[in-house]
């Protein structure tokens, strides 16, 4: 321990995980190896990127991502406070792939480049990473119920109604998951709804005796609810805006459990037609979340002699308890008589966050008054018209603006090229003009 203090005192940084660590906390020490790692990787970028020929914008993009964006992100959420001035220096290795990717000059606009090639600019990146690792740190129970919340923009959610990571209460190999997805087999748009509905009565007479627990969730620019629908009794829930349809799928089953173990139900199927539903249900080796919180409910039920079975079924087929459970699902979102839950999985806190963050992007490039957000106001990507490389670095340094013909003396030092007609310096837009 004393070697470790006398070395750190004497060389004023050290290396822990490839995270080097200065004592004044500036990070430059570390965000120089990380540019010097980097400029290594992005020769690999520079060998593949001729104007000409290369790999198209697609190929580009996955391998930066494996060799250079990897090496930038990780960590980024320690080091996402220090100075603008340190940060530049890894922002430039960013600039410079996307300028290469996709054939720009050096004096295209960074938020130019950026929107054409459609990636977030690194300081978005780190933000996102930054609020989604805090997230994923409640989620595991690594973080003091004090630190609960988080916060992005004007987005503000208190993470204490999380769902935590569970350890499975059975051994996945004994776990039993009842389960009939035989109706699947057929093909909605090829098979009628009567036909449909035969099928599902001819399938329900091998549960007589079970109780029928019809779920059903659904998300509308209004909101998400879900319900629960058995022995003409409903049940209504609904959740905040941002959360999938997914999460109001199985949180509806997962509250049908509830109800079977409190009511001391023998025997129950629940019927669903969220198809994705059942089958992450019946991953017991690598369920997420909910999931894992439904198996442990259902084992619960197992252990209590208490036989419970899924089945799907198709939706909007006229089959009467869905389509109640439908009715009372899209009812809930603006009920005042359904139960609000604020249970979050950690799926829905990435869709909001990447959906805030973008919403920040379209912000700052709205703000940015640019001669191209005039014709292309959205950050959403142009499609891609040609495969070939030449053809395609052509068409983006028509997007961004700077082209050999109207930017070529800013890269020579001379004086800007006129119109041999008019007198007219040559800009993009008399170009456009001239078309």
């Known amino acids: 321990m004393f070697n470790f203090i006398k070395d750190f005192l004497l060389d004023r940084s050290f290396q822990i995980l490839g995270i080097t660590f200065d004592n004044k906390n500036t990070w430059q020490a570390h965000l120089k190896e990380i540019r010097k790692a980097t400029l290594i990787k992005l020769n690999i970028i520079k060998s593949l990127a001729h104007t000409s020929w290369g790999a198209s914008g697609t190929t580009f993009k996955q391998i930066y991502k494996s060799l250079i964006l990897s090496k930038l992100e990780y960590g980024a ?21 996307l300028r290469l990717a996709t054939g720009a000059f050096r004096s295209s606009p960074i938020s130019r480049i950026l929107n054409i090639a459609n990636t977030l600019p690194l300081d978005l990146r780190r933000m996102q990473n930054s609020t989604l690792q805090k997230a994923r740190r409640i989620h595991n ?35 039993e998951i009842h389960s009939n997805t035989d109706l699947s ?15 599902t009565l001819s399938l329900l007479e091998d549960y007589q005796d079970y109780i029928k627990f019809y779920t059903d969730g659904s998300k509308t620019e209004a909101g998400v609810g879900a319900s629960v629908y058995f022995n003409n009794t ?14 109001a799928e199985a949180y509806a089953i997962y509250h049908a459990l509830e109800t079977i173990q409190q009511l001391k139900i023998d025997k129950a199927l629940i019927l669903s037609d969220s198809h994705s539903t059942i089958n992450s249900i019946r991953n017991i080796n690598q369920p997420n979340a909910i999931s894992r919180m439904i198996q442990n409910q259902i084992s619960l039920l197992n252990h209590n002699n208490q036989n419970v079975s899924l089945v799907w079924i198709p939706s909007h087929v006229g089959i009467p308890g869905n ?50 957000n005039v014709i292309k106001p959205s950050i959403n990507p142009w499609p891609t018209l040609t495969t070939k490389r030449c053809h395609e670095v052509i068409v983006n340094r028509q997007r961004i603006g700077h082209t050999w013909l109207t930017h070529n003396f800013l890269i020579r030092h001379e004086d800007p090229t006129q119109c041999t007609t008019c007198g007219e310096i040559i800009t993009q837009t008399k170009l456009y003009n001239l078309i």
Request: charged content about 20%; overall charge positive.
């Open 77 to 97: 959420f320690i080091y996402i406070d220090a100075k603008q001035s340190a940060l530049k220096m890894i922002e430039t290795i960013h600039n410079s792939f």
């Open 323 to 372: 389509e109640t459970a439908d009715t009372y699902a899209k009812r809930a979102i603006t009920s005042p008589e359904a139960s609000l839950v604020q249970i979050c999985s950690l799926g829905d806190i990435k869709g909001v966050l990447r959906s805030l963050t973008l919403q920040q992007w379209q912000h700052r490039w709205t703000s940015s008054l640019t001669k191209l």
């Open 234 to 247: 409903p049940k209504m829930i609904k959740f905040p805006n941002f959360y999938s349809i997914y999460t």
């Open 141 to 175: 129970n690594t973080t003091p119920n004090l630190e609960n919340t988080i916060k992005l923009n004007n987005f503000k959610f208190n993470c204490s109604e999380v769902l935590k990571h569970e350890h499975a209460i059975t051994p996945p190999w004994v776990m």
């Open 185 to 199: 087999q057929h093909i909605k748009s090829e098979t009628m709804d009567y036909t449909f509905r035969n099928l």
